[in-house]
């Protein structure tokens, strides 16, 4: 069975060094992102998330909302081993397929073909598994004679045809996703969608974070609201939505 467990994670990046009068620390001191500390080495410190304990279990479809800045996306990049806690631990059943922007992993030097390979060690999928689905995944993108040059040859919109394709080549038992993927041009966005919606179909769990509540609430049967680095509500999608709308606006009363 797949899950996804957090238990008392923290996570903290180092910004600078420099003396009690910086005005860059005056500022930052006053920023609603995430809390600043000082380490052992004397270094000011984000605090981006406090202590977070989370369970994710086999069929959860779990939205993830929160303004800028609240750590929805640090959340996605712990859960996907990009970020390490500075305390805390991760448990984890299942293999993980991080989906959090189709332009990582793509060489502008190397061929399409070279990069539907790269894109999948990106995401921890074996070279050899990836060649067996070469064929597939060049008919799909409809590029023809241009997977044999360089990506620098291509288009934006080529180049999202590319990844997105070798992206949604093998299902994930673990996805997780920073907003949902699309791929550009009218014409193919169609087949596309079709695509998209069969790959998050199959995986046992989603982790989707987005700021439409329209695709929260279709696709996810979960909800957790997250306000700088700390869960400040969980529950339905609909009723988690309410909240974040509700601190909103009274955030905006506030500034205002």
Not at 109 to 125: Q, V
Not at 176 to 203: I, P, T
């Amino acid at each position: 069975m797949t899950f996804l467990r957090l238990r008392d994670v923290k996570v903290e990046f180092p910004l600078y060094q420099g003396s009690n009068r910086s005005l860059k620390k005056t500022m930052l001191a006053n920023t609603p992102f995430g809390d600043l500390k000082k380490d052992a080495m004397n270094r000011v410190n984000v605090v981006a998330l406090h202590d977070l304990t989370l369970d994710i279990e086999n069929g959860d479809r779990v939205a993830l909302i929160g303004s800028n800045g609240a750590g929805t996306t640090t959340l996605l990049k712990v859960l996907a081993g990009i970020y390490k806690p500075a305390a805390g631990r991760i448990l984890s059943s299942g293999r993980v397929t991080a989906l959090l922007t189709t332009s990582v992993g793509l060489n502008a030097e190397a061929t399409g073909r070279e990069n539907i390979i790269l894109r999948g060690m990106y995401m921890d999928i074996h070279p050899r598994e990836m060649h067996a689905r070469i064929d597939e995944i060049a008919e799909f993108t409809e590029l023809g004679p241009y997977l044999d040059m360089p990506v620098r040859t291509y288009s934006s919109g080529m180049m999202v045809r590319l990844s997105f394709a070798a992206s949604t080549c093998i299902a994930s038992e673990i996805l997780l996703m920073d907003e949902w993927l699309s791929a550009g041009d009218e014409s193919f966005l169609d087949k596309a969608q079709k695509r998209m919606e069969h790959f998050v179909g199959a995986s046992s769990i989603l982790v989707l974070a987005s700021h439409s509540v329209e695709l929260l609430e279709r696709w996810c049967n979960r909800a957790i609201l997250l306000d700088h680095g700390r869960i400040v509500a969980s529950g339905d999608v609909t009723t988690v939505a309410s909240t974040y709308r509700k601190m909103a606006a009274q955030a905006a009363e506030i500034s205002g």
